[in-house]
């Protein structure tokens, strides 16, 4: 799958609308009572980023964005302005011989966790802690292309290792088609131009 690490412009996504989103099959039975099947296990992000172009510079800078990814051919970065960053983050426990760690954010709602993968960090913007003790950036290595982390030394043994970060998602436009509505000369809007995360 075809994917360029390049963002979509973060002031046209600062208007738009979306977030995350799961597949649920519900079955009524004649008592009224329902039966939900749980399709996916993890959420799967969606945008609408039309209500974002505010002016012409940004209609020109999204018709050339979407030029270049071939519509729904290419992925991209995307700022979800919603969910964007983590602070002070567990993503593992050292056990002296693993040194090797996903970035990760949990949410969490009373008991129940559940952990979302971070493929996508924004570079400059990740910190990491041993023990709530801010590493040097040369003690480790980051893959801003997956999110992984490798440490030159394995942390010891259960010592906690904490990060910071901010991070994008990775979509591609949900269409191959731009549709304009000319709503008086020289006035363009637009009803729909769909976004949706991709799993990396």
Not at 138 to 151: E, K, M, P, Q, R
Request: hydrophobic letters at 40%; glycine letters at 8%.
């Amino acid at each position: 799958m075809a994917f360029t690490e390049v963002c979509f412009p973060t002031d046209i996504a600062y208007g738009s609308s979306g977030g995350p989103e799961y597949s649920t099959d519900i079955v009524i039975t004649h008592g009224g009572y329902e039966q939900r099947n749980i399709n996916w296990a993890q959420a799967r992000a969606k945008y609408n980023v039309a209500h974002g172009i505010k002016t012409q510079a940004q209609l020109d800078i999204l018709i050339a964005f979407f030029r270049a990814r071939k519509g729904r051919a290419n992925g991209f970065r995307f700022k979800d302005w919603s969910d964007y960053k983590a602070t002070g983050q567990t993503i593992g426990t050292g056990n002296g011989a693993n040194k090797v760690f996903q970035l990760i954010k949990t949410y969490e709602s009373g008991s129940v966790y559940e952990t979302r993968i971070i493929n996508k960090p924004v570079s400059g913007s990740v910190s990491v802690y041993k023990n709530s003790v801010l590493q040097s950036e040369s003690a480790y290595s980051l893959d801003t292309s997956n999110g992984v982390i490798t440490f030159i030394a394995a942390p010891a043994n259960n010592v906690v290792i904490t990060a910071d970060f901010e991070f994008d998602v990775p979509v591609r436009f949900d269409t191959d088609r731009l549709s304009a509505i000319l709503d008086s000369y020289g006035v363009t809007s637009w009803n729909d131009i769909p976004l949706v995360e991709i799993k990396i």
